[in-house]
Each structure stands twice: as structure tokens, then as C-alpha cells.
């Protein structure tokens, strides 16, 4: 089934009046354009090293001749007389202005900007001036980022950017991605996650970018600074600029090894605590099932060679790296090896660049098992690993919790993972009609292609409990396809105070996803694995095939603009507008509009403002932007059919067909009003700035399954636009250089966030209910039934359950009623449940601080998450003495706390906030050491070496071990829904940085 999207009526006529936009930008320029009187002026351009600068941009101010400086630092250019003006910029450099006179020859010599206020900030489809930002925008460069051994560089972020919350609850495992959320959850169903542009392309892969090619990131929090991506930009954008080509030759190599521990594992009893305790039956071993099944330390190393070069016209840069991380159980582990190159060529008229980028990749990984790890937690310690009777085979487990198995055996003799090739590229053609138009045509892909393998041998004492001893394997190959065309067009135009910055653009994009699977048992042999599932006996029974396919697309098509003014360098405005349409929606709903404005105010380049010379930029700023969300499945609001099982008929099977969805034909975009107040300010000379805002954001037409009767539907659930939710908090980033001498600096940087958040309504005027929805049901054994509830007017993360009042003489737990009256917790029913907490933080905050002494280099990095609740799930299921009977438990379970005191199974699994925790913690999260020495050899350009440490510390009151393990983000923070475990790790990295 393909998707289309049609443009008609007056849709068609804007589009076409967006078309004419380059024509008319460019007959514009050239009118403007004045006539150049024959005064010629030549010069070089030089740094204050005395290097010569290529590139530099030279404006004859207030008017649209300009040119550029060549390899060497030399130009020329036409002036119309003495009194002309003419501007050097250059990045990283103090612009100068300098008038002509009767001079013919002027060279100048740029001085290095020290100025943060000259930091250049990427925006959407642009740059500018960190002194022009009128919107909420975070720049990072990277070499801020934390030193991790990690598989997704966006880890590295964590921490630095306030509003911006990053957490992996398995961390210990190479192949878990990071949960990324921006000013807290936005959407019921669709997508939460920002948008990652890669050097201009919407859409890129983080796991297919090696940190070390980094330049900066600059994370769009702001809604006019993210309107500009309309759609996708929804939840934010983070946009990651790569390292490009150097001046001159250098090669650089990066290496690192690292060792992963358990940190804060839990702890279960030992096989004499257990029998001392009458926990079951005693089978004569003493197995420590953790630790069976975990590595004492697992292994990882890193390594990245770059080769760069060039001039200001043409240049490279090409890196190479290879990765092979263990994992903390027995069988995980990820080895991968990438590449990218980035090749620029700019005429030697300096009329067009052509750019292109090239990022390869391929990986096998291994599967961690976390189911493996709560058999650990909860086997009994005296079953032991082998069969007593058989040493070579494994012990057989028939007693424990729900389909026990051997954990080591799984670990050890199945096979699961993913083979996987990733490959993007994009090009660009930039044409500088004029020096102040430009236009550019950029093409990209994004292809992912994930060839999943799985494989249970017949030997499996599983297969042999579950599967009637038959070899089981499958095998699914995935394959993600995104291909993006985007036109856009820049004009500058300045002249006395007024300064002006036009952009104009068009964006088509288009998603392709498309699998198949096959699976089979009872294959002859063991010896192919999954690599000979048609020999198969299982699926050849008639009725059974054991096969998939899929294929699904969808298009998003743009025409966007964008103005930004600046008045005298202090009155600032921008204003944007994205007219987007969507293949996802309904007939009469595939377009919306998304509008943004900002203003700014820079008051110190007031006159009033001049005598505090201790204030060298304050910046008031306020900005509005609405942006959509599209980030759901594909042909909801389509008439779809799909099969509903195979019947015998006449002797023959058949498949049923029916229609598989409520069809939704006003399906439309779910929006966001996104509103912030700012401040920026600079004081003392750069010693001290930062930055507060202030937001709020207002999500409508919230995209979900909506619970409607049967009959007239013919599905239970309707995928529809229901619902407000509301976001809103503070945002404070701060930059302190403490001490500043030759010898020794000393810096810090705080960032901290609070969100408050709030479901307006879960109803609207076609779809009337309930004002709640219980969520997160928790697994057996029993029915604890659901943990929390999002309803109107409360926060998400609401825990609903009942309310604890102690422990009773005969160990079962005690509650309170809807009366308030104390009663048995076995006693109680769903009326008596109430709101008891909330797993949302109130705040998240961080402390970095950096030092260098001579040679040496330190950073000391300090997160900490505040305010909110999280449910012991080890401790509800394994944590009291009451756990069923031949089940381990934690030790918790025994020694005088509070758990230890229920002891009666009559209440073991029933929900209550005496299973609720203050989350809050304060961890030393990174700590960097570094030596650079002097180095006298021709052949090395530079030694670095460095040692780090990651999650050293953890300061909490949470018994549940690593408050990191559970997740803030997403619509039901604070606790996990099932019983699987995985820990967390510190990590000890040591590596070397060589410049040649």
C-alpha cells in the first residue's frame, strides 16, 4: 500500500508563488546592486600570528559588493570611492572596519575572538551570531563533551544542556539506545523524541556517529528557534555539526580501553541464608545465580583515525574507527566498525561549493537477556548450574517464578543479535549568486538495514520444558529508508543600522520501511543454526507458515521562510512561517501551518547602559512558535484490511480477511504552542554569563488510541486526536571562569530545569469519556493490576494505588480505606485506591567544573534529579519474606527493614505506596584527568593522555539500587513495568590522543 499527498486549489498557487521566490530574490539583488566606480583596492588578510586567513569575507558596507580572500590571504575588490567602508569577518576572529581613504593597498591583520558573544550558533537551515539568538538555543562544542566509552555519542550530552533529559535504563548493555526527552513529554502516542539534523539533514542516525567527529551540537529548545522543521520539530531539535577539513596536512588518532563493574547491584541471600531462612527446598548446591551470569568486568576499546587536509577551497577530512564493547551479561557485546568523509571544493571564483558527506557503518551485536538476569535474582541458590546426574549437560529448573529456565544455559548456548549496515550520505551544491544571495540544493539518505538472528539449540533444557525438545530459530531482516530534496535560499541585505536576513526554502521527504521474517523448529541438526530454518519440520504442519512480510511509507513535503532583522545591532526580530503537508493524515488534514516569532532586546548597547561597564552583553529576549507532530504509524486514517488466522474449509485452509482499524478520516496534526521569555547576560569581562528562560508549552489535539463501543465501531479503539497536555519550567545555564592565570584556570558551569506538567483533557467535542486512564499494569505472579493513572488536572507519573498505613501483628500489610479507616490490604477494593505520589522529577541539575594546570587537564562533573517518587519493583516482587516459597529474595527481605516485616503471602502482591521511595539522588557522574607533554619529535604533532571515570558515586536514600535504572522520560516515569533487571555500571576508561 503506498501513501500520496495531493496539493489542489489554492494550495497550488502558494506553491507556485514559492517557486518564484529565487527569481524574485535574485532580480531584487541585482537592481540593488550599485554601480561600482573604478576604485581598485588590494590587500592580505593575516591573523595575528602572522598566518594568512583564506575565506575572509569583505563587505563594502552598506551596499552588496563584497568578495573573499583567497588560499594565500590576498584580494581585490572594487570600491565606489575614499569614503567607502569596508568590513572583514571572519569565524572565530574580531570583525574589523576600515575606511578606504586614498589607500590602494590595505592589508589587515583579524585578532582571535575571546568573545562568547561571537560564538557562532547553528540554526535551523542557517547560522548566526550567538549576540543575534532571539530564541532558547543550547551551544555545545565538543570538546565539552563528557568522555564515555559509549555506542550513541548523545550520552556524552548528559547533563550539559538544561531541559534537555537523557537516560539509558540499561547501561551496563552496549546495544541499549538512550531515552532522549526535551522540556518534558509531549504526546500521548506519537513520537517524544527531538529531531537530530546531521550537518544540515533532517533525520540522521546518532549511532552511526562517532563522537570523536564532532565539532559542536546545538540543541533548539525554543519554539520559534524549532518551527522552522514544522513537523518534526515538535519535541526540539538537536542539531550535530561534524569536524570538517583542516588547512594543511595532520593526521589524528584516538584510542581508548575501558572496563565496565556492576554498580550497586542488588543483592539476593546466599544458599545457607536461604535455607536458614526455610526459604525452600535445599538441592544440595551453592550457586550464586548474579553472579553465574555476570562478567566481573566487562571489556570494551575504542579506536579512530582521521586524516585531514586542504586549503580554504578544498578540503577533507576522513575517519576511520573501529569498537568492541562486552557486555555485563555473558553473551552481550557490539563490534562495529564505521567511516565517514567529508569532501569540500569551492570554485577558485568563489561562485559555488560542492560538498559531500559519506558515513558507512556495520555492526553485529549480541543480545543482552534481561529476563536472564531476573531468573538470577529469584532462582533458588542451592539448584546447581549442571545436572548432577550428567555434568555436561545443564540442570534442568522446574521451580521458581513464571517459565523458570537456566539462565546460565541461555546465555550461553542461544544465539540472538542483529547483523546491521547503516549508510548516510548527503551533498550539497551552494551557489553565491551575489555576496549577499546564496542558494543551495542539498540531497541526503538515510538507510538502515538490521538482519536479526535468533537460535535455541535442541540440547536446551527449555526447549525441552516448553518446546518439546525441538531446535528453534528465526531469522528478520529490517530495512529503514529516508530520502530528503531541500532547496533553500539566503539573502542579506545591510545598509546604516538596519541589517536583514531572508531565507527562503522548500523540503521534500520521503520514509520507506519494509521487513520479512521467517522462523522455524524441529531442523535436523544443530550445527547450522539459523542458517537452515527451511529444513524445518514444525511449519510444514498445514495451517502454519511461520513467515512476514512488511511494507509501509509515508511523505512530508515543505515550502518554509524566514526573516531576521536587527536595528542598530540592539532591536532584534524574527519571524518564520512552514506550510507543511503530510501523507499520515486525513483527506481534509494533510496540511498545517506553523508560525513562529521572536524579539530581542540587547539593552547593554544602550547609552543608559554604558556606565556599567561591568555588564558586556544583556540581552532580554521572548519568542512564540507553533510546531506539529507526526511522528506515528503510517495509513491510520485509511481504509485498511489484514488477515485474522487460517480455517479449514472443504479440506482446504483459508485466510480470513476483515478490516483491521476504525477508520479515521479527520485525522490531523497534533500541535504545540510553544511560548518562552529569556535572558541572556555576559558580566565582568566574560568571567561570568548565562542564560534563564522561562517556558510553557501547550500540546493539542493530543494523537492516541481512544477507547470507543462495539458496535457501531467495529474495533475497540480509534486512533484519534484527543487531549491537552500542558508543559512549563525554568531553565538556568550558567558559565563561571573562576580563576584565570598563565598557569592555572578554573571554571564551572551549572545547568538546572524544573517541569511542571499538567493533562489538561482527555476529551473532546467528538469524543466524550471517562476523565482518566489507569496505566502501567504490573506482571504476575498474582494480578497487582495497574500502578498509575493519567487523569485530568494531575501531573503524568501519577501513582495510583493504595495508601499504606504499617504492617499488622500477622504480617500483612495494612491500608486505608476511602473512609480512612485502617483495614487488611487483602480487604481493600479499587474504591479505596488514591493518588500517592508522582515519578515525574520536579528538577534536574548538574555541576561541571574544569581545571588546567600547566600541562595538566581535570574535569569534575556532579548530576543530580530531585523531587519525585519511584516503585521498588525488585522490592514488590523479591523483596519481603512473604515472596512465594523456593523463590530467592533480596536480602532486604531480612534484617530488620521495613520490608522485612511483611511476611504474609496474603498481601505480598497487592499495590501500595509502601513500595514507594524518594528517587531523588546526586551522583559524581564523570571525573577526566589529561596530560599533554611537550613533545620534541617532527614526527608527532602532539601527545594527549587521559584517564576517566563514569558513575563513580551515588548518593540516594532509594533501596532499589541505581536510581538510573528507572526511567524519568516518557508518559509513565518512575517505575518499570516488569520484572526484568539489568544493572548499571562504573566505568574505568584510560586512552590516548596522538596528533601526527
Known amino acids: 500500500m503506498l501513501s500520496y499527498l495531493h496539493v489542489s486549489g489554492p494550495r497550488r498557487r502558494w506553491s507556485g508563488l514559492w517557486l518564484l521566490l529565487p527569481a524574485l530574490l535574485v532580480s531584487y539583488s541585482l537592481m540593488a546592486v550599485p554601480r561600482l566606480a573604478a576604485v581598485p583596492i588590494t590587500g592580505k588578510v593575516i591573523s595575528n600570528s602572522g598566518d594568512p586567513l583564506p575565506g575572509v569575507s569583505i563587505l563594502e558596507k552598506g551596499t552588496n559588493n563584497g568578495t573573499l580572500t583567497d588560499a594565500e590571504g590576498n584580494y581585490k575588490i572594487n570600491v565606489q570611492g575614499a569614503s567607502s567602508v569596508l568590513t572583514y569577518t571572519y569565524i572565530g576572529f574580531v570583525k574589523q572596519e576600515i575606511t578606504v581613504g586614498n589607500q590602494p593597498v590595505i592589508n589587515v591583520t583579524l585578532e582571535e575572538s575571546s568573545s562568547s558573544l561571537n560564538e557562532v550558533v547553528v540554526v535551523g537551515y542557517g547560522t548566526l551570531d550567538k549576540k543575534e539568538v532571539t530564541s532558547a538555543i543550547t551551544h555545545v562544542s565538543g570538546k565539552d563533551l563528557l568522555t564515555v566509552g559509549v555506542t550513541n555519542p548523545i550520552s556524552a550530552l548528559q547533563g550539559k544542556v538544561s531541559g534537555l533529559t537523557i537516560t539509558n535504563t540499561g547501561g551496563g548493555d552496549p546495544n541499549s539506545m538512550p531515552s532522549i526527552q526535551l522540556r518534558g513529554v509531549s504526546s500521548r502516542d506519537a513520537g517524544l523524541g527531538p529531531l537530530v539534523v546531521v550537518n544540515g539533514v533532517p533525520g540522521g542516525v546518532l549511532e552511526n556517529i562517532n563522537q570523536n567527529d564532532i565539532e559542536s551540537i546545538d540543541v533548539l529548545k525554543g519554539g520559534a528557534a524549532s518551527a522552522i522543521y514544522g513537523t518534526r520539530g515538535s519535541n526540539g531539535v538537536i542539531i550535530i555539526t561534524t569536524k570538517k577539513g583542516s588547512q594543511g596536512s595532520r593526521v589524528d588518532y584516538n584510542g581508548y580501553g575501558a572496563f565496565d563493574f556492576a554498580a550497586m547491584p542488588l543483592k539476593t541471600l546466599s544458599a545457607s541464608e536461604f535455607l536458614a531462612q526455610n526459604r525452600g527446598t535445599d538441592f544440595g548446591a551453592q550457586t550464586d ?28 577530512r576522513a575517519t576511520a574507527d573501529y569498537r568492541d564493547a562486552q557486555g555485563l551479561d555473558l553473551r552481550s557485546g557490539r563490534e562495529e566498525y564505521g567511516a565517514r568523509l567529508m569532501l569540500n571544493h569551492t570554485s577558485a571564483n568563489n561562485l559555488y561549493t560542492l560538498t559531500l558527506n559519506v558515513a558507512p557503518r556495520y555492526f553485529k551485536s549480541n543480545n543482552a537477556d534481561y529476563d536472564s538476569f531476573d531468573q538470577a535474582l529469584t532462582l533458588n541458590p542451592t539448584l546447581p548450574i549442571f545436572d548432577p546426574q550428567n555434568p555436561t549437560r545443564y540442570n534442568r529448573i522446574q521451580s521458581g517464578f513464571s517459565s523458570p529456565f537456566n539462565p546460565v544455559e541461555r546465555l550461553r548456548t542461544e544465539q540472538s543479535g542483529t547483523e546491521g549496515k547503516i549508510l548516510d550520505y548527503n551533498a550539497s551544491l551552494l551557489v553565491n549568486i551575489l555576496p549577499t544571495l546564496t542558494t543551495q540544493l542539498t540531497f541526503g539518505q538515510f538507510t538502515r538495514d538490521y538482519f536479526d538472528f535468533f537460535f535455541r539449540p535442541s540440547t536446551s533444557t527449555y526447549a525441552a520444558q516448553y518446546q518439546g525438545s525441538m531446535n528453534s530459530a528465526s531469522r528478520a531482516y529490517n530495512k529503514y529508508d529516508q530520502r530528503s530534496l531541500e532547496w533553500v535560499g539566503n539573502y542579506s541585505w545591510t545598509k546604516g543600522a538596519h541589517d536583514v536576513k531572508v531565507l527562503g526554502g522548500y523540503s521534500y521527504q520521503y520514509f520507506q520501511s519494509s521487513g520479512l ?52 545591532d540592539k532591536y532584534l526580530f524574527s519571524a518564520s512561517l512552514r506550510r507543511e503537508g503530510s501523507s499520515k493524515f486525513g483527506y481534509n488534514h494533510k496540511w498545517g501551518n506553523f508560525p513562529a516569532a521572536s524579539v530581542g532586546w540587547r539593552l547593554s548597547q544602550e547609552a543608559f547602559m554604558k556606565p556599567l561597564t561591568w555588564i558586556d552583553d544583556l540581552k532580554l529576549r521572548a519568542d512564540y512558535g507553533v510546531t506539529g507532530n507526526q511522528d506515528f504509524g503510517n495509513y491510520l486514517s485509511l481504509d485498511t484490511y489484514s488477515g485474522y488466522g487460517y480455517y479449514p474449509l472443504n479440506g482446504s485452509q483459508y485466510q480470513v480477511w476483515g478490516p483491521s482499524q476504525n477508520t479515521n478520516y479527520d485525522l490531523r496534526w497534533e500541535t504545540a504552542e510553544n511560548l518562552n521569555f529569556g535572558v541572556d547576560f555576559s558580566i565582568f569581562k566574560e568571567r561570568f554569563s548565562g542564560s534563564i528562560n522561562y517556558y510553557t508549552r501547550k500540546n493539542k489535539d493530543l494523537l492516541g488510541f481512544y477507547s470507543v463501543p462495539l458496535p457501531p465501531n467495529i474495533q475497540g479503539s480509534t486512533y484519534a486526536n484527543v487531549g491537552t497536555m500542558q508543559n512549563s519550567g525554568i531553565e538556568l545555564q550558567l558559565n563561571a571562569q573562576v580563576v584565570s592565570t598563565s598557569a592555572f584556570t578554573y571554571s564551572v558551569a551549572f545547568a538546572g530545569a524544573t517541569n511542571s506538567n499538567k493533562f489538561v483533557s482527555f476529551s473532546n467535542a467528538a469524543y466524550q469519556g471517562q476523565n482518566y486512564i489507569d496505566v502501567v499494569g504490573l506482571p504476575s505472579p ?8 493519567l487523569q485530568e488536572g494531575q501531573r503524568i507519573g501519577t501513582f495510583y494505588m493504595l495508601h499504606a498505613a504499617g504492617v499488622g501483628d500477622d504480617g500483612k500489610l495494612l491500608v486505608y480505606n476511602q473512609k480512612g479507616d485502617i483495614i487488611p490490604a487483602d480487604k481493600a477494593n479499587n474504591d479505596d485506591k488514591r493518588v500517592v505520589g508522582n515519578g515525574l522529577p520536579k528538577a534536574t541539575l548538574s555541576l561541571n567544573n574544569t581545571f588546567t594546570y600547566k600541562k595538566w587537564d581535570a574535569s569534575v562533573f556532579f548530576r543530580a534529579v530531585v523531587g519525585y517518587k519511584l516503585f521498588n519493583t525488585q522490592a514488590f516482587y523479591t523483596g519481603t519474606p512473604g515472596t512465594q516459597s523456593n523463590a530467592n529474595v533480596l536480602t532486604s527481605a531480612y534484617g530488620g527493614g521495613k520490608y522485612a516485616k511483611l511476611t504474609n503471602q496474603a498481601t505480598t502482591v497487592i499495590l501500595s505506596d509502601y513500595f514507594l521511595e524518594d528517587g531523588s539522588f546526586l551522583k559524581l557522574d564523570n571525573v577526566t584527568l589529561g596530560y599533554t607533554p611537550k613533545v620534541n619529535l617532527k614526527s608527532i604533532r602532539s601527545i594527549r593522555l587521559y584517564a576517566a571515570a563514569r558513575n563513580l558515586l551515588t548518593f540516594t ?28 555500571t562504573t566505568q574505568i576508561l584510560a586512552g590516548i590522543q596522538l596528533g601526527l
Open 289 to 316: 545465580w548474579l553472579k553465574s551470569i555476570t562478567r566481573a568486568s566487562a571489556f570494551s576499546h575504542k579506536h579512530s583515525l582521521s586524516f585531514s587536509g586542504g586549503d580554504a577551497r578544498n578540503n577533507y
Open 782 to 789: 498474582g494480578s497487582p493490576g495497574t500502578a498509575q493513572r
Open 957 to 984: 536514600s532509594f533501596t532499589g539500587g541505581d536510581p538510573d535504572r528507572y526511567p524519568i522520560n516518557g508518559l509513565y516515569p518512575g517505575i518499570n513495568s516488569s520484572r526484568s533487571y539489568y544493572p548499571t
Open 517 to 568: 521474517s521467517g522462523e522455524n523448529r524441529q531442523m535436523p541438526s544443530d550445527a547450522l543454526t539459523y542458517n537452515n530454518i527451511g529444513t524445518g519440520l514444525y511449519q510444514q504442519v498445514e495451517g502454519r507458515n511461520g513467515m512476514g512480510t512488511y511494507k509501509n511509507d509515508s511523505r512530508l513535503i515543505a515550502f518554509f521562510g524566514r526573516i531576521n532583522y536587527a536595528l542598530q
